[in-house]
């Protein structure tokens, strides 16, 4: 079946400008999370649904980042205002049950490549 | 929280070798330890994972063993082969943060 899916694969933005980054989750997916990773280190955890509940949104390093799952289905993170430091690949992982007291198996996205101008 | 180290950071080895990657955790309540294998520019894939009811699981040239009271877990590779060569990043799920904190990752390059 399909994996899932980010959109779009690159995206180049000028300092200032704010940008949207789409994930798409395996169908039926319950938990979706987001990650940025730096180059050359491992993701780090950015925040956390369960359906369309923001579970957690403790690893946003700022307010200029805002993450919204409006249907329990697709999720878009949008960068207000993007700043030089925001330049990472931003990928998308999501699981079939709730996180829970146990660990689930993350499928991750091919990730969102950010470069800021 | 949870702290994971991992290393070595780089692991060059020939065809062939075995190949042993390690990784420490500090939060003893975490309870689920994936690994994930990332060739440049693709997704991290799953390659194995282990529970801390489960000392050691393997899965042909792979395998992880998992040592709770030093809180390490390491991955092993046997007979490696050069489409072996990623970087591989170690994980662990603590429960009571709910979340996955990952390693710094190992650069495996492995030389025909």
Redesign the interface.
């Known amino acids: 079946g399909a994996g899932v899916s980010q959109s779009p694969r690159y995206k180049v933005a000028k300092r200032g400008q704010d940008v949207a980054l789409r994930c798409d989750p395996i169908s039926g997916h319950v938990s979706l999370f987001w990650y940025q990773q730096a180059l050359g280190q491992g993701p780090e955890f950015l925040t956390y649904f369960q359906n369309e509940a923001q579970l957690d949104k403790s690893g946003l390093p700022s307010d200029r980042f805002f993450a919204e799952r409006p249907e329990g289905s697709v999720s878009t993170l949008k960068i207000q205002r993007t700043q030089q430091e925001d330049s990472a690949v931003y990928l998308c992982a999501s699981s079939l049950v709730l996180a829970g007291s146990f660990g689930e198996t993350q499928y991750f996205g091919p990730g969102t490549r950010l470069l800021v101008l | 929280g949870e702290n994971?180290e991992?290393h070595p950071s780089t692991l060059s080895v020939q065809e062939g070798d075995s190949a042993v990657i390690k990784c420490t955790y500090s939060d003893s309540a975490s309870?689920?330890f994936?690994w994930?294998k990332q060739e440049l520019g693709?997704?991290?894939?799953?390659i194995i994972?282990i529970?801390s009811n489960v000392g050691e699981k393997k899965d042909q040239r792979i395998a992880v063993t998992l040592n709770k009271t030093a809180k390490h877990f390491s991955l092993h590779i046997t007979e490696t082969q050069p489409e072996d060569s990623a970087v591989y990043?170690c994980?662990a799920?603590s429960?009571t943060r709910?979340?996955?904190?990952?390693?710094?990752?190992t650069i495996l390059t492995v030389h025909p």
């Not at chain 2, 709910?98 to 990752?105: A, I, R, S, V």
């Open positions: 994971v991992q309870n689920y994936p994930y693709k997704r991290p894939q799953l994972d529970r990043f994980a799920f429960p709910g979340k996955l904190t990952f390693g710094q990752g």
